[in-house]
């Protein structure tokens, strides 16, 4: 774990954080209780200079876009996930597969 001073290389994984728009600059079809929010961007890349946790870097990401914001944490992990199964949803493959076999259709 890297601590606020120590100097992270470049060629790190790392994850920035910048606040892309501030409360009151987003669109005004934006229900109110959002307007009162920043619009946040957390994005993960290769730090491109060394750097220390809190400074202002810039990343390149995995689909080379060049993004700047603040070093949040260095070789964050994915922690996302999409819940739980829907049973419903569970023989949805096979039926549609079944279905294109009926009409020749190999899948």
């Known amino acids: 774990m890297a ?11 790392v994850e920035i954080h910048a606040i892309v728009l501030p409360p009151g600059e ?19 890349g290769l730090l491109i ?3 220390a946790l809190g400074d202002d870097v810039e990343i390149a ?3 080379g ?3 700047r914001g603040r ?10 996930g999409f819940g739980p199964p829907v049973p419903e949803l569970l023989p949805i ?3 549609a597969r079944a279905l294109l076999r009926g009409r020749g259709q190999r899948r």
């Open 65 to 67: 876009r060049r993004l």
């Open 61 to 63: 990401t995995p689909a």
């Open 93 to 95: 493959g096979r039926e």
């Open 49 to 51: 200079e060394p750097a």
């Open 3 to 13: 601590t606020a001073t120590e100097q992270i290389p470049a060629g790190t994984w």
């Open 26 to 44: 987003r669109a005004p079809q934006t229900p109110p209780d959002t307007q009162q929010v920043p619009l946040e961007m957390r994005a993960k």
């Open 71 to 80: 070093l949040a944490a260095v070789n964050p992990g994915y922690d996302h």
